[in-house]
């Protein structure tokens, strides 16, 4: 069955550390992948957006790597800050469809 | 910037009546969609359009139907609500179905 797994446990970082948050999927063929942030209350805003030809994407303190062998993507936020707390979300979209499917979400706490 | 609106941001409603969520973009884009968010369960689909009178099912569209008469305007109908359909409703639109999505803040809604 296709599935994507997110990691359900919060991860709880120091802030000025660097924070990685883990997107594994199975049974898709994604041409493209997408990391998303929502905060409590809101709905979801888009991040970056990475292709399969596409090893790694960077903006800002934010970096995205897609490994399409490992069937896995990173999601990186450098000199994390209380602000970045939130829950984040991956969602790819198979080739030739025309939706996105969504993982559950990883929350991230950054403490000061 | 992209803006999607949802015409409420908590709704109360009995059981068996019909509900209608409203949601209005304004970046022309061609794709709307309709989620429900609940929690462990993450962002689940109801219906797509990507064109004005045109939908799609998504992965959950039972008890659902939608409406798209003008192409920035696309509503979601609870034909006749059930407990089961309590949950956050959260409305996107994006240029393309692969392309990054802009969401609304959603409609957080309880049926009694």
């Known amino acids: 069955s296709q599935k994507i797994e997110q990691n359900s446990e919060a991860l709880n970082i120091q802030e000025g550390k660097t924070a990685t948050l883990t997107c594994n999927y199975t049974n898709y063929s994604p041409a493209y992948l997408q990391w998303y942030r929502q905060d409590p209350g809101r709905g979801p805003v888009f991040l970056l957006l990475?292709?399969?030809?596409?090893k790694e994407k960077r903006k800002e303190r934010l970096k995205v790597t897609f490994d399409t062998t490992l069937k896995q993507s990173l999601f990186h936020i450098t000199a994390s800050q209380p602000a970045d707390s939130a829950t984040y979300l991956c969602?790819?979209?198979?080739?030739?469809?025309?939706?996105?499917?969504f993982g559950t979400g990883t929350r991230l706490l950054v403490s000061p | 910037d992209v803006k999607v609106t949802q015409s409420s941001r908590y709704l109360v409603k009995r059981t068996g009546e019909k509900v209608f969520l409203e949601c209005v973009q304004d970046?022309?884009?061609?794709?709307m969609f309709w989620y429900r968010q609940d929690p462990g369960l993450g962002l689940r689909l109801i219906y797509f359009?990507?064109?004005?009178?045109?939908?799609e099912k998504g992965d959950i569209p039972e008890g659902y139907s939608v409406s798209r008469e003008k192409k920035e305007r696309f509503s979601l109908i609870l034909e006749s609500a059930s407990t089961n359909q309590t949950s956050m409703y959260l409305c996107a639109s994006s240029e393309t179905g692969s392309e990054p999505q802009h969401f609304g803040d959603g409609t957080r809604l309880s049926i009694l």
């Open positions: 969602a790819l979209t198979n080739t030739g469809f025309q939706k996105l499917v």
């Open positions: 970046m022309d884009h061609e794709n």
């Open positions: 359009s990507y064109d004005v009178k045109m939908k």
């Open positions: 990475i292709r399969e030809n596409e």
